[in-house]
């Protein structure tokens, strides 16, 4: 069974958040992690995820259930705006030696669940987590999107096509390309 098993529609319907805080709360570490690899900058990732929040509030009054593919598409939405502002900064101002992007720490987002767990099996973990960010980082933004809007997040493929604005098809495409490329690059770990 794998980390990212997919669970019975009933189960998550049980498990659906009542209150639009209580969806926000739940899904704030995911959205971040989401927005992180899409913008490669920790500060405007915050500045994305809140924005995406702050305008959740604004939709309060739609059903629980239409907030899960609501919350994607304007997250997306936000990402692909801070993208594109980026791009137009003024990067002349720029000395040619700055690197534009700070690395970004993944490993102080690896989870410690058991916290007695012997210290070489914390290691490990924590490389193969670091391994298997980098590579999904490293994919292009429409794959990047449809992984982790399909098999992270466990959207169905009608919704994952709502949230990225295109057909079915293309997100099994994408999603295609996506797995053939981390599994060329992650071998070690299949």
């Given at each position: 069974?794998t980390?990212?098993?997919?669970?019975?529609?009933?189960e998550?319907?049980?498990?659906?958040?009542?209150?639009?805080?209580?969806?926000?709360?739940?899904?704030?570490?995911?959205?971040?992690?989401?927005?992180?690899?899409?913008?490669?900058?920790?500060?405007?990732?915050?500045d994305?995820?809140?924005?995406?929040?702050?305008?959740?509030?604004?939709?309060?009054?739609?059903?629980p259930?239409?907030?899960?593919?609501?919350?994607?598409?304007?997250?997306?939405?936000?990402?692909?705006?801070?993208?594109?502002?980026?791009?137009?900064?003024?990067?002349?101002?720029?000395?040619?030696?700055?690197?534009?992007?700070?690395?970004?720490?993944?490993?102080?987002?690896?989870?410690?669940?058991?916290?007695?767990?012997?210290?070489?099996?914390?290691?490990?973990?924590?490389?193969?987590y670091?391994?298997?960010?980098?590579?999904?980082?490293?994919?292009?933004?429409?794959?990047?999107?449809?992984?982790?809007?399909?098999?992270?997040?466990?959207?169905?493929?009608?919704?994952?096509?709502?949230v990225?604005?295109?057909?079915?098809?293309?997100?099994?495409?994408?999603?295609?390309?996506?797995?053939?490329?981390?599994?060329?690059?992650?071998?070690?770990?299949?």
């Amino acid at each position: 069974m794998t980390a990212f098993a997919a669970v019975d529609a009933p189960e998550r319907a049980a498990q659906a958040p009542r209150t639009l805080e209580a969806f926000l709360d739940g899904i704030s570490a995911r959205a971040f992690r989401f927005a992180e690899m899409g913008l490669r900058h920790r500060d405007d990732a915050l500045d994305v995820v809140q924005d995406a929040m702050l305008r959740m509030l604004g939709y309060a009054d739609k059903p629980p259930e239409e907030w899960t593919p609501l919350f994607w598409s304007v997250l997306r939405s936000r990402i692909v705006d801070a993208q594109r502002r980026n791009t137009f900064r003024l990067k002349w101002l720029r000395p040619q030696s700055a690197n534009a992007e700070d690395p970004i720490d993944w490993s102080e987002l690896v989870p410690t669940h058991d916290p007695e767990s012997d210290p070489s099996r914390k290691h490990d973990n924590r490389e193969a987590y670091s391994r298997i960010a980098l590579a999904v980082r490293g994919l292009p933004a429409r794959q990047r999107e449809a992984f982790t809007l399909r098999v992270i997040e466990e959207l169905d493929v009608a919704t994952t096509a709502r949230v990225m604005g295109c057909s079915e098809g293309s997100v099994k495409t994408h999603l295609f390309r996506a797995r053939e490329a981390l599994q060329a690059q992650l071998e070690e770990f299949a």
